[in-house]
């Protein structure tokens, strides 16, 4: 047995069917990566291997005292520490252990005995062993890997970004150095320089991991198998990344062959069963085909997901400039920079750089007036229509539907113009009537892609537009962004993304 083993797992959301009867193992040592559309249920497998989420059907099974690691970024964390003192809390057991050593010291002047100083040496040496006197630099060492050291490690938990508490989350988990890792989107909020660096970490680390990404190039970097959820199936493939395309390209084409061989079987056995029922002659024939049609196994159709097509009308611009920014100071309780100064002219295109947490969303959010200016000014032109996209997936009600979400949103339109809409971005006919709290990340975005599309609007604020997207979405949302006629302003961390875009970067490092 493997260090993980899957049997007959089956799971849907309400007729929606995710994967059925899938059977996979995971061996010691291996670095996986779990790839598939939007929506096929990645982050819900996951979840199930956790615990967290019941399937409808199967088994999980895994080796017995295995330590695991779960990248949840919604994670509850006592948000009145620091992030040094939580990091710490990964190595709770060895703090513990010192503990006991120091009160064994306390009673030794008092009362010495050889079993209780044999007791203090394996205590000593089991410390030294694990290398708890290497614990501060430790913590430090990963925390600067990830980029949390330039948000201050003596930061309260409670200051921080959803973002950055994500970061905490995923170094806490490293820092624990558990048997298998299980990471969902790990590089979401990363810099280029720390997803390399966390590259070259899951590169070398010695135990297993599973990890759902949409960054191909991180995925070919760090793994040696796949796990592909595609037609309510979960099928593993040795190799990279890149290798796995070589052959899911080969075996999809020989599973449509057989769909469409086992399509034309059924239909030539239905014929048959229409002709020949009612015909006492033929009648026991058609019954042995009918029940052989029963017993069949029906493939799942192949299904191509629906391709992107949306675009984004820009609403007329001014020769006048669009924005201006003087001295201006963010935060929240307190500054979180100096003093920030730029002009926005019209129909230029802008990237705010800087490392995760030093303040863009803040910047970004202050300028929509969702926070209140600390300190100077800044001023739209009065032309100026705001499109606003947050990279934090909050809806106000999650119960609402895909369909319903739109529908408020543009009383206007008709069910028809809603689904058409709504196909545009993506958002199949099933997931439009499902509600929006249990669909994917992607799956979310395009909801969100959607109400940007029919806003109308000449200046655009994006906030990691691309963070849940799969590649079609990112190329139709980049497509559109190179025609945009009106004035953008956008945060991203992929720099491939938007390196063709930009007319002027801003860097808040600098």
Request: with cysteine; net charge neutral; glycine share 6%.
């Given at each position: ?10 799971h849907?959301?309400?007729?929606k ?30 979840r ?6 019941t399937?409808?059907?199967?088994d ?11 990248l949840?970024q ?6 009145t520490l620091?992030?040094f ?32 100083s ?16 290497e ?5 430090l060492k ?20 959803g973002?950055q ?22 590089t ?10 966390l590259?070259d ?18 995925l ?21 990344f ?10 999809r ?12 079987e ?34 799942t ?6 391709k ?65 200016v ?27 539907t ?21 196909a ?32 109308k ?12 997207l ?19 302003i ?10 063709s875009?930009?007319d ?6 600098e």
């Open positions: 047995m493997g260090i993980l083993e899957v049997s007959n797992l089956t849907s959301f309400g007729d069917i995710l994967y059925k009867n899938a059977d996979f193992e995971v061996f010691k040592g291996e670095h996986m990566g779990i790839v598939g559309q939007n929506g096929t249920g990645k982050t819900t497998l996951l199930s291997l956790v615990g967290e989420i399937p409808d059907a199967g999980i099974r895994w080796q017995k005292n295995i330590k695991i690691g779960y949840d919604q994670a509850e964390i006592d948000q620091t992030i003192e939580y990091l710490k809390t990964a190595f709770e057991d060895l703090y513990n252990i010192e503990t006991k050593l120091n009160k064994i010291y306390e009673n030794m002047t008092e009362d010495f005995d050889n079993k209780i044999e007791q203090a040496s394996d205590y000593q040496s089991l410390l030294v062993n694990r290398g708890f006197y614990i501060e630099s430790n913590v990963v925390a600067d890997g990830l980029g949390i050291t330039a948000i201050g490690v003596h930061n309260l938990l409670k200051n921080l970004s973002g508490c994500a970061k905490v989350i995923l170094a806490k988990i490293l820092l624990e150095n558990p048997d298998i890792l299980l990471l969902d989107e790990p979401n909020f990363l810099d280029k320089e720390h997803v390399d660096w590259t970490y899951l590169k070398s680390f010695d135990g297993t991991f599973l990890v759902i990404s949409h960054n191909f190039d991180f070919d970097k760090i793994t040696n198998c796949i796990l592909d959820i595609e037609f309510q199936k979960i099928t593993k493939y040795n190799g990279n890149e290798r796995f395309l070589e052959v899911k390209g080969l075996r084409d020989s599973y449509i062959r057989e769909f469409q061989a086992q399509q034309k059924i239909k030539k056995h239905e014929d048959y069963i229409a002709r020949n029922k009612v015909r006492a002659s033929t009648a026991k024939q058609a019954q042995s085909r009918m029940k052989k049609l029963e017993k069949m196994e029906v493939l159709p192949p299904q191509t997901p629906p992107p097509n949306f675009k984004l009308n820009s609403l007329p611009i001014s020769n006048i400039k669009a924005l201006k920014v003087h001295v201006l100071e963010i935060g929240y309780e307190k500054v979180l920079l100096p003093k920030i100064s730029f002009e926005v002219k019209a129909g230029e295109k802008i990237v705010i750089a800087g490392f995760n947490g030093i303040g863009k969303s803040t910047l970004l959010k202050t300028l929509i007036g969702e926070i209140s600390m300190n100077g000014t800044f001023k739209f032109a009065d032309y100026v229509k705001i499109g606003y996209f947050e990279q934090n997936l909050a809806w106000e009600n999650s119960n609402l895909p369909f319903e979400i739109v529908s408020e949103k543009f009383p206007k339109f008709s069910q028809k113009e809603i689904r058409k809409h709504l545009q971005c993506g958002v199949t006919a099933k997931n439009a009537l499902q509600k929006i709290g249990t669909l994917s990340g992607g799956e979310q975005s395009k909801v969100k892609l959607c109400i940007l599309a029919n806003t609007s000449n200046f655009l604020i994006l906030d990691e537009p691309t963070n849940h799969d590649v079609d979405s990112k190329k139709v949302l980049l497509e559109q962004l190179l025609k945009w006629q009106g004035n953008l956008l945060v991203s961390h992929e720099a491939g993304f938007y390196d875009l930009a002027k970067i801003i860097n808040l490092k």
